[in-house]
């Protein structure tokens, strides 16, 4: 299984970013979870946004609810991370990930066997 995320760039507070993840060697829908997560320079790798096989869940960190969108595209076996008023402390390393987490972990990063390469977001005031 590979995942090749993309769409990170240097954009200023308040602008917008799609960032995506295609999966290849095995289907998204395959897998009981799949998200992003982020790591900040200097900070430990953290819960962005997970959605559950056949859509049955999607669960956001706190501090990008109502400006962040997790979506997926089956038939490109895509991952999307739609992100809207962007802040400075957005500024991270995003990686897309793939696993079976239990319910109870699906936020920890130790659940997710597979992740992609990572695409930097930079958001400057």
């Known amino acids: 299984v590979q995942l090749q995320a993309s769409g990170g760039g240097l954009v200023q507070a308040g602008d917008s970013l799609r960032l995506t993840c295609v999966a290849s060697g095995r289907t998204l829908r395959s897998f009981r979870s799949y998200g992003w997560f982020r790591q900040a320079p200097g900070k430990e790798r953290e819960f962005v946004a997970v959605m559950r096989h056949s859509g049955s869940g999607v669960y956001y960190t706190d501090s990008v609810k109502g400006r962040f969108t997790i979506s997926r595209d089956n038939a490109k076996n895509t991952l999307y991370l739609e992100m809207n008023s962007l802040k400075p402390e957005d500024t991270a390393v995003y990686y897309c990930?793939?696993?079976?987490?239990?319910?109870?972990?699906?936020?920890?990063?130790?659940?997710?066997?597979?992740w992609g390469q990572g695409t930097l977001v930079t958001v400057s005031s």
């Open positions: 990930a793939a696993g079976d987490p239990i319910l109870s972990q699906i936020s920890a990063s130790e659940g997710y066997p597979y």
